[in-house]
């Protein structure tokens, strides 16, 4: 007896539909779907030697001057609001666009403005949740480590034993936490986008959904990590074929040209390097765009066999 899971017999819709879409090749059509696919995350400092005092309270002496990078202190901090700021604005067109992503691929219209403004509320929504969700996160982190310190469980280890203790469970918690929010991504955003409804009303729904048919929700979530991983091996690979096409000849002409010999070695590294960077990015983006197709037209796929009542595949859907 053959058992039919949903995470299988989707993927071949998935495929045919992305072909459809991105063939044949209309570069307006890839560009703007780049465009997307930068903000929606199409698919990703060094510290210091920290040791664990032996016991509680040690080595708690005269706190050094902190160094702001040869910056005045209101200077620095005026940069780090203004970059924590760009970052939340970045994140918040990023929701956005993840429900324009869904209204480009179920109407046919690959559009970035068309459904943008309808779609800033619950992309607002959304946002909150990612930030709750981050927040929640690292307060579980902290948790953990406040309370390793105050039961004293790391006293008298070495920083490899207690890192070693504690890889294990930042693993755990980043796999927990990632599997929410791609969850939340794959089938709450299309149900929000169904139903017209909050993200608590939407993972309400899709809570209820999984839970009817938990075989089919932990096959999905192992095949989308599968395919994840597998799917980033292969953009790694072209990621790199395309930077040596665009670097090799690049850095020929350099030490033809004698960059190297006219100037400090490392300075014209560091220019050639952000050169081949800044030539290869718009192909980088393109590269994402089939990867990132695929998969929101495989979660949705995926959607509608849990709930044939949110198949928006089936018709467009309208702002």
């Given at each position: 007896?053959t058992?039919?899971?949903?995470?299988?017999?989707?993927?071949?819709?998935?495929?045919?539909?992305?072909?459809?879409?991105?063939?044949?090749?209309?570069?307006?059509?890839?560009?703007?779907?780049?465009?997307?696919?930068?903000?929606?995350?199409?698919?990703?400092?060094?510290?210091?030697?920290?040791?664990?005092?032996?016991?509680?309270?040690?080595?708690?002496?005269?706190?050094?001057?902190?160094?702001?990078?040869?910056?005045?202190?209101?200077?620095?901090?005026?940069?780090?609001?203004?970059?924590?700021?760009?970052?939340?604005?970045?994140?918040?067109?990023?929701?956005?666009?993840?429900?324009?992503?869904v209204?480009?691929?179920?109407?046919?219209?690959?559009?970035?403005?068309?459904?943008?403004?309808?779609?800033?509320?619950?992309?607002?929504?959304?946002?909150?949740?990612?930030?709750?969700?981050?927040?929640?996160?690292?307060?579980?982190?902290?948790?953990?480590?406040?309370?390793?310190?105050?039961?004293?469980?790391?006293?008298?280890?070495?920083?490899?034993?207690?890192?070693?203790?504690?890889?294990?469970?930042?693993?755990?918690?980043?796999?927990?936490?990632?599997?929410?929010?791609?969850?939340?991504?794959?089938?709450?955003?299309?149900?929000?986008?169904?139903?017209?409804c909050?993200?608590?009303?939407?993972?309400?729904?899709?809570?209820?959904?999984?839970?009817?048919?938990?075989?089919?929700?932990?096959?999905?979530?192992?095949?989308?990590?599968?395919?994840?991983?597998?799917?980033?091996?292969?953009?790694?690979?072209?990621?790199?074929?395309?930077?040596?096409?665009?670097?090799?000849?690049?850095?020929?002409?350099?030490?033809?040209?004698?960059?190297?010999?006219?100037?400090?070695?490392?300075g014209?590294?560091?220019?050639?390097?952000?050169?081949?960077?800044?030539?290869?990015?718009?192909?980088?983006?393109?590269?994402?765009?089939?990867?990132?197709?695929f998969?929101?037209?495989?979660?949705?796929?995926v959607?509608?066999?849990?709930?044939?009542?949110?198949?928006?595949?089936?018709?467009?859907?309208?702002?």
């Amino acid at each position: 007896m053959t058992v039919d899971f949903h995470a299988i017999s989707a993927f071949e819709g998935a495929v045919s539909r992305t072909k459809s879409l991105l063939w044949p090749f209309n570069l307006g059509v890839w560009l703007r779907l780049a465009v997307i696919a930068f903000f929606v995350g199409g698919f990703g400092g060094g510290g210091g030697n920290y040791s664990f005092p032996d016991r509680r309270g040690a080595n708690m002496g005269a706190m050094p001057v902190p160094d702001f990078f040869g910056l005045a202190p209101t200077t620095f901090f005026l940069i780090f609001a203004a970059l924590v700021v760009l970052v939340l604005a970045f994140a918040y067109i990023g929701s956005v666009f993840q429900f324009v992503f869904v209204d480009c691929l179920t109407s046919g219209q690959v559009s970035l403005s068309r459904t943008f403004r309808e779609r800033m509320g619950p992309g607002l929504s959304f946002f909150l949740f990612e930030v709750l969700l981050f927040l929640v996160f690292i307060a579980v982190m902290v948790g953990f480590a406040v309370f390793g310190v105050f039961t004293g469980i790391f006293s008298g280890i070495s920083n490899v034993v207690a890192l070693l203790f504690l890889l294990p469970v930042l693993l755990l918690l980043v796999l927990v936490f990632g599997t929410v929010l791609m969850l939340t991504v794959d089938f709450v955003v299309p149900v929000m986008v169904a139903d017209r409804c909050g993200v608590v009303e939407g993972w309400r729904r899709v809570y209820g959904l999984l839970r009817a048919d938990l075989k089919n929700a932990a096959v999905y979530v192992v095949a989308k990590i599968v395919l994840l991983i597998v799917a980033g091996l292969i953009m790694g690979v072209l990621g790199l074929l395309v930077l040596a096409v665009i670097g090799v000849p690049l850095f020929i002409v350099a030490l033809l040209a004698g960059l190297f010999a006219s100037g400090p070695a490392m300075g014209a590294l560091v220019f050639l390097v952000a050169a081949v960077i800044l030539l290869a990015l718009p192909f980088l983006l393109l590269l994402q765009v089939p990867f990132a197709t695929f998969f929101r037209y495989y979660s949705l796929d995926v959607l509608r066999r849990f709930s044939p009542a949110h198949d928006l595949l089936a018709e467009p859907v309208a702002a």
